[in-house]
């Protein structure tokens, strides 16, 4: 709304649109001038000197005939900042909302920042208004081929850029929205490359599990432990890591898992992990039981704890996930056994349930899921190694009496 004075200036002849106009462009030139983060000089051979933003150089020089000239490539650069940013400043303000607004955790967000990295390496640096539906259209085709993308790994980047397209879309960058841009694509589904992963990669088959527990038996440490208790409780290694003394109950054999390693930016924009009292999802909260033959296993580590803040300490400190991986790679070097992450370890010990016909109910609560389909589909493998294999075939009657 117009303020009174001004209306009465402007219905009285006192000034004109033009010249509200010229305050106004004078006034946003100061702001975009007080913006600037480098300063202005002048050399001995009169020239006006300063410098401008560069994402890949960090700062660029610039330099002008009088003051004015050199002020009006800040203003302009900085108007163009506003009125037309780069596609990659747009997915950096993007991600960091919805960091910040918890919509997303610090996983998804570096997540993302790969994900952007990976293809909009040089799409990226274009400025979002010189940017057609069409060219949106163009540049996601031709990431299916280029990367050989499945399905899931196409929706990580759709989601990227409907995030980019629709902060544009709201700040009047744009004049068309994520549903123009999705009526556009034409991906067949036959176009995605499907990633088949044999059952081997998934999961430690009897032979490798015994031989990793045996190690562990064998050499009881703070890390080799962890991976002997993964082994027989499916924890996530974050969530194993996180177990504090009064977690563990060594007489009636459970686990109470309520907390789990998470990572977050600081101050400073750096990676740091912490604990965070809740797990991945809400069904993982849950009392874990552990078979009775590990009951030496939770005693030692109940014993161990009882001064330490964690279960899982090592000179006061607590042992973090990747200390975790990088222990079970030297153990799988060390035994011959190809090395898999503890993920896999979970997918095996989900797969030890099932073989082993026990109910749903008790899959799902032991997993943390919040289905069975989840534990089935995703989480059980043969892990029958290939010579036992043979041998099972070898005994069917049909075959023996050829």
Known sequence: MIDKDLQYALDNGIIDSTSIQSIIEMTRRKELLDRHPYKMWESADGKWHTYLPDKEKGRVPRKRNSQK???????????????????????????????????????????????????????GKNRIKNVSIDMWVEFLEAQIPKFNLTAKSFSGLRTVTRGI??????????????????????????????????????????????LIMEYCK?????????????????????EAIALKHDDIDPVHMVISVHATESRRKD???????????????ESGFRLVVVP??????????????????????????????????????????????????PHKIRKTYCSILFDNQLSSSFIINQMGHTSI??????????????????ELVSQIEEFANV
Do not use: M
Request: net charge positive.
């Open 69 to 123: 000239e050199l002020e009006d490539v800040i203003v302009n650069y900085w108007r163009e900042q506003e009125e037309n940013p780069r596609i990659d400043e747009l997915f950096k303000e993007w991600n960091d909302s919805q960091l910040e607004n918890g919509y997303i955790k610090i996983n998804t967000a570096l997540r993302n920042e790969s994900l952007f990295k990976r293809h909009f390496i040089e799409f």
């Open 165 to 210: 397209i629709k902060l544009a879309k709201r700040k009047k960058l744009i004049n068309f929205n994520v549903q123009d841009l999705d009526s556009e694509l034409i991906i067949p589904k036959k176009g995605f490359f499907k990633r088949h992963k044999k059952d081997w990669e998934e999961v430690y088959n009897v032979d490798e599990t015994a």
């Open 218 to 238: 064998d050499n009881p440490d703070i890390w080799s432990s962890c991976i002997e208790l993964i082994f027989v409780t499916g924890l996530r290694v974050g």
């Open 267 to 281: 101050e400073n924009g750096i990676i740091r992990t912490f604990i965070q009292d809740s797990t991945k999802t």
């Open 292 to 341: 009775k033959q590990f009951q030496s296993l939770l005693t030692r580590l109940w014993e161990r704890s009882k001064d330490t803040e964690y279960v899982f300490e090592y000179k006061g400190k607590r042992i973090h996930s990747n200390a975790i991986r990088k222990k079970l790679a030297r153990i799988c070097e060390h035994v011959g056994v190809p090395y898999k992450s």
């Open 373 to 390: 389909s989840t534990s089935e589909i995703f989480y059980h493998k043969n892990r029958t190694p290939v010579g036992e294999k043979v």
